[in-house]
């Protein structure tokens, strides 16, 4: 399937190495799913066409015996057992049971979810993660209650909102919990799904396809925004803008850059783009590969969302060195 059919009306993409065959049991599901409903449906026009009370006065209270509904029976549950031994058992159990070894060098992080934010925990550079106790826990600069004084460990821990790079190419784990109510933590373009319990530390882990970068993920989902003329509607164009970057660089007349690169299109770039000719700008998402909360966990349940940036190796690594340096400091939002 093309991934613009993915992305318009089926799945969403889907960029870890695992996630097929979850996509292959939803979609066996939602085909059995549809031959019962078109069955079902037929059965119950059947049933008010042939048993009006025209036609049929009185109930019968003696149970039917019909060869052809017990086949049909028989035949659902054989397939349901086949969905769920053949497909959904193994890849649940390889899942859980089979986490990446120390030769895989898998890369760990540790999530703690609250309402409504994620915090993600990264062990810096020492790659120990530090202790983290609730006493210490201040929603404005400690949301994870990491014992930075006490805990050498702690000392270049890295401490993110909603906020999670990752290099590609590695096998991640990450251990999710939660400070207050029950979350799940979601990764739909990596089929992740793992509930987010307070008191548990839950595992869950995954690989990013190789070569995929949130680079490349952006360049793939790229589309085609068309700059409206003077006296047009502007609304398309800035719904379509919003949240994406720009592939190109514009330039006006006079050579300076009306539209950088990388740079969000809006409103106050009409003009410049229309003078500068531009008809189509190619944009493509932000932060095309998000964290969504798939349990209803409170008010702004609806706002708990947070960004996978995933990079190279490389460039995690300046990234990680970096923020490791500025100790106590959180990425801003
Ligand atoms: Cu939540």
Known sequence: MSLLAQTTWWLPPDFSEHGWQIDRLI????????????????????CMTRFTWKRV??????????KASKVIEVAVIIFEVILLVVFSMPVLAKYKNEPPTPADNPFEVHVVAQQFAWNIHYPGPDGIFGKRDIKFVKDATN???????????????????????????????????????IHSFNIPMLRV????????????????????????????????????????????YEL???????FDEVKGADGQVVLKKGAEPGK???EALRAAGVKELRVGPRDPVEIH??????????KMRGQVLIQSQADFDKWYEEKAKGTGDFIED
Request: charge should be neutral; charged fraction near 20%; include cysteine.
């Open 240 to 246: 379509w803008c919003r949240n994406n970057l720009t």
């Open 268 to 270: 106050d770039h009409l």
């Open 57 to 66: 006065s009185m109930a019968h209270y003696t149970p039917v015996k019909a």
């Open 27 to 46: 979609n066996w599901l939602h085909y059995f799913m549809a031959v019962l409903f078109v069955g079902w449906g037929v059965f119950l026009a059947y």
């Open 193 to 236: 799904k793992q509930d987010a319990v307070p008191g548990i530390e839950i595992p869950v882990w995954f690989k990013v396809k190789e070569g995929t970068t949130s680079d490349a993920i952006r360049e793939q989902m790229a589309r085609t925004v068309v700059v409206p003329a003077a006296g047009e509607s502007t609304t398309a």
């Open 143 to 181: 949301p994870i209650g990491l014992d930075r004084d006490g805990d050498p460990n702690a000392k270049d821990d890295i401490v993110s909102n909603n906020q999670m790079p990752l290099p590609a190419g590695r096998h991640i784990i990450v251990k999710v919990t939660s400070k207050d109510v």
């Open 293 to 302: 909360c798939t349990q209803l966990c409170g008010l702004t349940h609806y």
